[in-house]
């Protein structure tokens, strides 16, 4: 069974820094897509940014960037010049492409940011 | 155009008691997912619709819980009766498509669920 791993329940970074928020996973799977979900407090989880397995170059999202390492089922989301908006949970999900369109997430990642 | 939207945002109930959540999704999305997020822990798949049909209702955790999609519009998720394990933050998802094409899936803000 697939499994996605946060190991940081909780992470804070001064702002205008960087801070990057690290998710393993294990699957027997060559083909899949990964997923970072930011939830702020009392709102909605949204998109933040995707990773196609097969696809070697790292995805970017403006401030928002992956490390996508296949080999080593890692896939670790950076945020550069953080911002007060960016405090929220971190979900990192997994899914494959098959016929079930359910994701697997990890457990979250809270972020704190410093004024 | 509206989002994903649930309701109530925050239940409390007590055990053996019934609580029916709704989700409406985006308007159009033929997909609609349930999930649940449990103190501190990972969120999990509950199941999925296509349409009225259950495409996939593997993480249901028993038969206390009921989901229906009554038309294909929005989706209730029914707990009868609650138990304590049964605390935590439903969400609620919806895509336009699925299949092999990861459409992006829009979450609800979730129904906090406290069973006392």
């Known amino acids: 069974a697939q499994t996605v791993t946060q190991s940081q329940p909780e992470m804070s970074v001064q702002e205008a820094e960087t801070v990057t928020l690290s998710c393993t996973y294990d699957?027997?799977?060559?083909?899949?897509?990964l997923f970072w979900y930011k939830q702020p407090p009392s709102r909605q989880m949204i998109l933040v940014i995707r990773?196609?397995?097969?696809?070697?170059q790292n995805a970017t999202e403006n401030r928002f960037s992956v490390n996508f390492q296949k080999a080593a089922k890692s896939f670790s989301l950076k945020i550069s010049d953080s911002q007060l908006g960016d405090a929220a949970m971190y979900f990192c999900?997994?899914?494959?492409?098959?016929?079930?369109?359910?994701?697997?997430f990890g457990a979250g990642t809270r972020l704190t940011v410093k004024p | 155009e509206a989002g994903v939207t649930q309701f109530p945002s925050h239940s409390v109930i007590e055990k053996g008691q019934t609580v029916t959540l709704r989700c409406d999704p985006i308007?159009?999305?033929?997909?609609l997912y349930w999930y649940r997020r449990v103190m501190g822990k990972e969120i999990k798949f509950l199941l999925h619709?296509?349409?009225?049909?259950?495409?996939?209702e593997s993480g249901m955790p028993n038969n206390r819980f009921l989901a229906e999609r009554t038309g294909g519009t929005y989706s209730t998720l029914k707990v009868q009766p609650a138990e304590l394990e049964d605390s935590g933050v439903y969400f609620c998802?919806?895509?336009?498509?699925?299949?092999?094409?990861?459409?992006?899936?829009?979450f609800g803000p979730g129904t906090r669920l406290t069973v006392t």
């Open positions: 998802a919806s895509s336009l498509g699925g299949g092999f094409y990861p459409y992006e899936q829009y």
């Open positions: 699957t027997s799977e060559s083909d899949y897509y």
């Open positions: 990773q196609e397995a097969y696809k070697q």
């Open positions: 999900a997994y899914r494959t492409p098959r016929g079930n369109n359910d994701m697997r």
């Open positions: 308007s159009g999305h033929d997909n």
């Open positions: 619709f296509v349409k009225e049909s259950k495409q996939d």
